[in-house]
């Protein structure tokens, strides 16, 4: 298992805990749900693909009907500019079930999931892609599988994939997995089920939604993945490319910083600060004392230039540290998306 957590019962990765049962009943009564609540919440974000979205509909219906909970079917159309919303208009009028939310202009996957989660009124919630790679037979074993856990994210162990974005994903996923010491294979795939509390606590915005696991596990939330099916596309062609995976690893960056740094970040600037201006209070003091002792003169000496930037260096590391401090306590929480109209939601 290359020191991965179990994946057949999909235990948390990196937890063992013998009161995972009585903590989800504790979260659960935590959590805020509405009174017109449904079981489960279905989200879909997706961008231009008309192709798809009725054949997608009908494979959410007969995963979901069998299970004999209610739920709802949430699509964001992130500004697509084929015919996807009115096949989703259409799918609305014959179908309370289904919900549509539309973007002015294409504003990414990451904002199009937090317009989801934000209008989702089930009680478990499940994401998916919507070019039919992500096959939504496998929901109720992820729903199944969400009892021990407060995330589950699929693997797609035999990806349907070119060989290149094969690559990609391999090189993506252990340099995420290593950095930050998440124990699951695959990091961004876009099958996963959550228990409200998560989304609830989940702030998405830019391109974190790739890092969802690492978010919810840095939020002490415990994470399981469990091995899903993954097809070939069939319509339309891969959104994935190499300036993706550069994007990602930057996002990566952010989501460490973030993660570690958002609320503290003095901490960070302070300590860099402090090291800094602790060397130019170094060499300053060691010509003060050159100087005195052997009576040398010092303009000449680029050691003193040095000295003193680290010291101007120093300072200003610290004072953009206090006015993150300050920026942090006084921002309030901000909406980034646009929505033209919504349909049932």
């Known amino acids: 298992m290359n020191g991965y957590g179990s994946i057949g019962n999909c235990r948390p990765a990196g937890v063992n805990c013998p009161f995972q049962r009585e903590l989800r009943s504790l979260n659960t009564e935590q959590t805020t749900v509405s009174p017109n609540s449904v079981d489960l919440s279905v989200i879909i974000p997706l961008y231009n693909e008309e192709d798809s979205i009725r054949e997608l509909y009908h494979e959410i219906c007969r995963a979901c009907d069998p299970l004999n909970r209610s739920f709802e079917m949430i699509f964001i159309d992130d500004g697509s500019t084929?015919?996807?919303?009115?096949?989703?208009?259409?799918?609305?009028?014959?179908?309370?079930?289904?919900?549509?939310?539309?973007?002015?202009?294409?504003?990414?996957?990451?904002?199009?999931?937090?317009?989801?989660?934000?209008?989702?009124?089930?009680?478990?919630?499940?994401?998916?892609?919507?070019?039919?790679?992500?096959?939504?037979?496998?929901?109720?074993?992820?729903?199944?599988?969400?009892?021990?856990?407060?995330?589950?994210?699929?693997?797609?162990?035999?990806?349907?994939?070119?060989?290149?974005?094969?690559?990609?994903?391999?090189?993506?996923?252990?340099?995420?997995?290593?950095?930050?010491?998440?124990?699951?294979h695959d990091i961004n795939c876009g099958l996963k089920v959550y228990r409200r509390e998560v989304v609830e606590t989940l702030s998405l915005y830019g391109e974190l939604h790739r890092y969802i696991p690492v978010l919810a596990q840095w939020e002490g939330f415990r994470i399981g993945e469990r091995t899903v099916h993954h097809r070939p596309r069939k319509y339309g062609r891969t959104k994935y490319g190499l300036s993706r995976l550069?994007?990602?690893?930057?996002?990566?960056?952010?989501?460490?910083?973030?993660?570690?740094?958002?609320?503290?970040?003095?901490?960070?600037?302070?300590?860099?600060?402090?090291?800094?201006?602790?060397?130019?209070?170094?060499?300053?003091?060691?010509?003060?004392?050159?100087?005195?002792?052997?009576?040398?003169?010092?303009?000449?000496?680029?050691?003193?230039?040095?000295?003193?930037?680290?010291?101007?260096?120093?300072?200003?590391?610290?004072?953009?540290?206090?006015?993150?401090?300050?920026?942090?306590?006084?921002?309030?929480?901000?909406?980034?998306?646009?929505?033209?109209?919504?349909?049932?939601?």
Not at 147 to 156: F, H, I, N, R
Not at 276 to 285: R, S, V
Not at 312 to 320: D, K, T
């Open 246 to 345: 550069f994007k990602g690893f930057l996002d990566l960056i952010t989501v460490i910083f973030i993660s570690r740094y958002t609320r503290r970040p003095l901490h960070l600037f302070g300590l860099v600060g402090f090291l800094t201006t602790l060397a130019g209070l170094g060499i300053t003091l060691y010509l003060v004392i050159l100087r005195i002792l052997e009576k040398s003169y010092l303009t000449n000496r680029p050691l003193l230039f040095i000295g003193v930037l680290l010291l101007i260096v120093g300072i200003q590391f610290v004072s953009i540290g206090l006015l993150g401090e300050m920026i942090t306590r006084s921002q309030a929480s901000r909406h980034t998306y646009s929505i033209r109209r919504s349909l049932g939601v």
């Open 82 to 184: 084929d015919g996807s919303f009115a096949v989703l208009e259409a799918l609305h009028r014959s179908d309370p079930r289904v919900k549509v939310i539309q973007f002015r202009r294409n504003m990414g996957k990451s904002d199009a999931l937090a317009a989801g989660f934000r209008a989702c009124r089930g009680t478990d919630v499940a994401t998916l892609d919507a070019d039919l790679q992500d096959d939504p037979a496998e929901i109720p074993g992820l729903l199944e599988a969400l009892e021990d856990v407060d995330l589950v994210s699929g693997w797609k162990k035999k990806r349907r994939d070119p060989w290149s974005k094969r690559v990609l994903s391999i090189i993506y996923n252990r340099v995420t997995a290593w950095m930050t010491k998440i124990k699951i």
